[in-house]
């Protein structure tokens, strides 16, 4: 089983919609979790992060933890066509080295 | 603004030609690190260093190599490109190895095809 699972989509929702993005890990002892963005043509960005409980919550977007369920989840409000991006979930890993899930890629439908 | 730069953003070799990828960054990092990106198969991390003349194999080290002279470079060699290697490369350097202040910063790319 791969550390950390995400499903590549594309997910096309239209603009204005709430988005829901979701990884799997399969390490509980994982600590914190990261969202990175990453632009067409572009390298990755950290959007956020979290730590293993409860939810954090920036502007339009908020990071949740599932531990019980070894669940990561990005939700973004009022969902904007500059959304329209590849988002990468991470985490650090027993050694120390951020694993990354294979990013979900998301269009936002004018 | 805080920079990882990748000198070539798009390069187009032949096979068995040697290629250098340069990595500079302006933040003072102690860590450097060079991924490659594919469609269905995500980020992959090749090498890494900690601190200069330092390198260490990552996940997919075969056919790859390093070298970082100075605390602000960090150049990945293809000693001879096969068109494998045909990806999109990217590097990244950090202030700290844990926690959250192990944010990695991420240069454009540099999109290398091997025919």
């Known amino acids: 089983q791969k550390e950390v699972e995400q499903d590549p989509g594309p997910l096309s929702v239209p603009e204005g919609a709430i988005v829901s993005l979701n990884c799997t890990y399969s390490n509980s002892a994982f600590q914190y979790f990261m969202w990175y963005r990453q632009y067409s043509r572009k390298g990755p960005e950290l959007l956020m992060y979290?730590?293993?409980?409860g939810n954090k919550e920036d502007g339009r977007f908020t990071a949740q933890v599932d531990k019980s369920s070894k669940y990561i989840s990005l939700f973004i409000r009022d969902s904007q066509p500059s959304d329209s991006a590849t988002y990468l979930c991470?985490?650090?890993?027993?050694?120390?080295?951020?694993?990354f899930g294979k990013g979900t890629r998301l269009h936002i439908l004018p | 603004d805080v920079k990882v730069t990748q000198s070539s953003r798009y390069l187009v070799k032949r096979t068995g030609e040697k290629v250098f990828l340069e990595c500079v960054q302006d933040?003072?990092?102690?860590?450097m690190f060079w991924y490659r990106q594919d469609p269905g198969l995500g980020l992959r991390l090749i090498y890494f260093s900690y601190d200069v003349k330092m390198k260490e194999k990552g996940d997919i080290p075969e056919g790859y190599s390093v070298s970082r002279e100075k605390k602000e470079r960090f150049s990945l060699i293809l000693e001879s490109a096969s068109t494998n290697q045909t990806s999109m490369y990217l590097c990244a350097s950090s202030a700290h190895r844990t926690g959250i202040a192990g944010e990695l910063f991420f240069g454009e790319g540099s999109r290398l095809t091997v025919l």
């Open positions: 979290t730590y293993s409980s």
């Open positions: 933040m003072d990092h102690e860590n």
């Open positions: 991470a985490t650090p890993n027993r050694d120390d080295k951020i694993i």
